[in-house]
């Protein structure tokens, strides 16, 4: 236990409550000669800043949608589940093609999305331009740009989920489905009613990994458009590392409040699956 | 003798040779730059020919990735500074001489005559009535036309002294008729169009009105800012579309296919126009044109430097190199190898190159104030909200009100009147 302690402590503790003070602060980042620190001590100045932010604004409202699309990864994930879950010939080479997604890097899935939707050559551009006559440049356009990223988050991430419910399909009990289907049920029913409260635990997992994914997004945002057209696409991580470490930053204590209440919103969802797996253990 | 860090791996490289380093009986003075292969080519060369006047001195080079430079510099000043560091003038050194972290080398301007030889460089040196560092190299900003793109749409090719603002206007009309972008940008990454406001700024009300818009003294809202983002507004039809998904590089290959006719941009931008194909037959460069009439015409021309470290071990060779880094001779030589231009007013240009010797032409004739650009001259968070605006004005120009009001709004939190 004390080593574990230890590190959880250096690692985890420590940096949460440097940064919740840091966010007291304001410094540019810089220790002077001396190594002595900069900066000010401004109370809740960072924090009644952030509230009259219109780019911070834009973050929070750019991570709910973010967080409420990425949920669609669970259908779509299961969907594609149910259906490579049959056992024909080459079904593995299936499985691991529609795998691929998750095993290449979110920056590689970024600069493939950034050239499919780009302007002039990208071949959603030229789609859509062929369709309606005049092409639509997702990631110039502010108003679809978010969404424009989440698809392309959407990619692996539904391969990630599809490969949880994989394993959990493996696990369902082959008897309740005879029995189930002796009873006469079949299609959505069978699926809501028999496979689905045995998929619970994959579903738990799955709810985890995309809400967390959905909230840590960052790499997608600073590959694609690097937070534009002028903040159109920012969320709260990217914002937090544009105003802390980006060229035209280094407002550390700013951005340290930013990083709290990302922290804060994650608390509410992490609180909450800590809650839910402390309930069920004690049921057992 | 040059050491390049390229990684981790090199580090151990890097830290076993500084030991043969010692070895050798010479004073070193360590300098830490972030340049491209070109630049550092040159760099090497200064340094050979400067070891080779002084034996006894020997300089130390550590290369960084240029993106990486802007990070490392803030950690090697108070961890491990070295003698030398490269960096930017005017706002972009301030953090760094507010903190105390780059020397006061004002003894070196004034025993060198460096006030006179340097003389374009020395408002954005000067920070309290001091300078900080060692301007040596600047490259001027202007307008890239594609020649083969005026011949296609059947326009009148610019003159010597470029053309009227609004001949201009009229050419993009044409330009537009034959499906041609007049103007070409790619600001994904923000600041080439702030390129383009700055020349509108200057244009419209000169050098001194960009100097306090950028420094936060001058409404958003007020007639002179309303009459820049007027003229802007006449152009902004004519700017390629979807730029704001786009590099400047990926514009560049616009341009470069005659799809586009004009391209605002550094003089660093020929070398990629050059590597797309075209040649000083259709590719030409002109000033700005003239928008408010009789105002004295101001250029912007960033400005690279070395400054001396406040933690250097070895000041004194330290300086001893600096002012062989602000000679006419060593920044002929630097700048030749590199294609920009020298800061010394004493050094020479290669005649032979149009874009050189147009820029040299230019900045030297610049009555009105060289500028160091939008994101140098303001501070760097008010130079963001800057751009930002400045972006979204040219997709959403029926924004106009909502940009300048969020622009005072940003102004009036920096900058408490």
Not at chain 1, 85 to 103: A, D, E, H, M
Not at chain 2, 348 to 368: C, E, R
Request: proline residues 5%; charged residues 15%; glycine residues 8%.
């Amino acid at each position: 236990m004390a080593p574990g302690l230890f590190m959880f402590t250096v690692y985890v503790l420590w940096p949460i409550v440097q940064s919740i003070t840091l966010s007291f602060y304001d410094w540019n980042g810089l220790y002077n000669q001396d190594g002595e620190f900069t900066g000010t001590f401004v109370g809740m100045g960072n924090y009644a800043e952030l509230i009259r932010d219109p780019a911070f604004e834009t973050s929070l409202w750019n991570n709910f949608y973010w967080l409420a699309l990425y949920l669609l990864a669970l259908p779509a994930g299961l969907l594609i589940a149910i259906f490579l879950n049959q056992t024909v010939t080459g079904i593995r080479l299936y499985k691991s093609l529609f795998f691929f997604p998750f095993v290449i890097s979110q920056v590689v899935v970024g600069l493939i999305f950034a050239w499919f939707y780009a302007p002039n050559f990208g071949l959603f551009y030229l789609l859509t331009e062929w369709v309606t006559g005049d092409g639509t440049a997702i990631l110039a356009d502010p108003d679809l740009v978010t969404f424009g990223i989440i698809a392309a988050g959407l990619w692996p991430q539904i391969a990630y989920v599809m490969i949880l419910y994989l394993t959990g399909l493996n696990n369902v009990a082959p008897d309740q489905i005879e029995a189930a289907r002796l009873d006469g049920a079949k299609g959505w029913r069978m699926l809501w009613y028999v496979v689905l409260p045995q998929l619970r635990p994959a579903t738990f997992i799955a709810v985890i990994v995309t809400v967390i994914g959905a909230l840590r997004s960052f790499d997608l945002v600073s590959i694609m458009t690097t937070g534009g057209p002028f903040g159109s696409s920012r969320v709260l991580s990217y914002y937090m590392f544009e105003m802390a470490l980006g060229e035209f930053g280094f407002r550390m204590g700013y951005g340290a409040a930013i990083a709290v209440v990302l922290f804060a919103i994650m608390m509410i969802f992490i609180s909450g699956f800590i809650w839910k797996m402390w309930r069920d253990e004690k049921e057992r | 003798m040059v050491h390049r860090k390229a990684g981790a791996l090199a580090l151990v490289a890097a830290l076993m040779l500084s030991t043969s380093a010692i070895a050798q009986d010479k004073r070193v003075v360590t300098w830490n730059a972030d340049y491209d292969p070109i630049p550092l080519a040159a760099a090497e060369a200064l340094i050979a020919d400067f070891e080779a006047a002084n034996p006894e001195i020997d300089i130390q080079l550590t290369n960084f990735d240029h993106e990486a430079y802007k990070n490392a510099i803030r950690n090697f000043l108070t961890a491990d500074p070295p003698d030398l560091a490269n960096w930017y003038a005017a706002n972009r050194m301030r953090p760094f001489v507010e903190a105390g972290l780059f020397a006061d080398i004002s003894d070196l301007w004034a025993s060198e005559g460096l006030t006179d030889a340097l003389a374009s460089s020395l408002p954005s040196m000067t920070i309290d009535g001091k300078q900080w560092g060692i301007p040596y190299t600047y490259y001027q900003w202007g307008i890239y036309y594609n020649r083969d793109a005026y011949a296609a749409a059947g326009v009148e090719l610019p003159g010597e002294g470029g053309v009227t603002w609004e001949q201009f206007l009229a050419n993009c009309e044409k330009f537009k008729a034959a499906e041609i972008d007049c103007v070409t940008t790619g600001s994904s990454a923000l600041w080439p169009v702030a390129g383009i406001f700055d020349y509108l700024s200057l244009r419209t009300n000169g050098y001194q009105f960009h100097s306090d818009l950028a420094a936060g003294k001058i409404s958003w809202t007020s007639p002179e800012a309303r009459a820049v983002f007027a003229e802007f507004a006449k152009l902004q039809p004519f700017v390629t579309e979807n730029h704001a998904a786009i590099d400047w590089q990926d514009a560049a290959a616009i341009f470069v296919q005659d799809k586009a006719a004009h391209y605002v941009m550094g003089n660093f931008a020929v070398g990629v126009f050059k590597e797309g194909g075209m040649t000083n037959d259709n590719l030409g460069f002109m000033v700005f044109p003239e928008i408010t009439p009789g105002i004295a015409r101001a250029e912007e021309a960033p400005t690279d430097t070395v400054h001396l470290t406040s933690g250097a071990q070895n000041p004194e060779d330290a300086k001893t190199f600096l002012a062989y880094m602000a000679s006419a001779e060593a920044q002929s030589k630097w700048n030749a190898a590199v294609g920009q231009l020298p800061t010394n007013k004493n050094a020479t240009v290669d005649p032979a190159d149009p874009f050189l010797s147009a820029g040299f032409q230019a900045l030297s004739t610049a009555t009105g104030g060289i500028a160091q650009f939008w994101d140098r001259d303001a501070d760097a968070e008010y130079a963001k909200a800057g751009m930002e605006g400045f972006q979204q004005f040219l997709v959403q120009p029926d924004q106009l009100e909502a940009i300048l009001e969020r622009l005072e709004q940003t102004r009036l939190r920096l900058y408490p009147q």
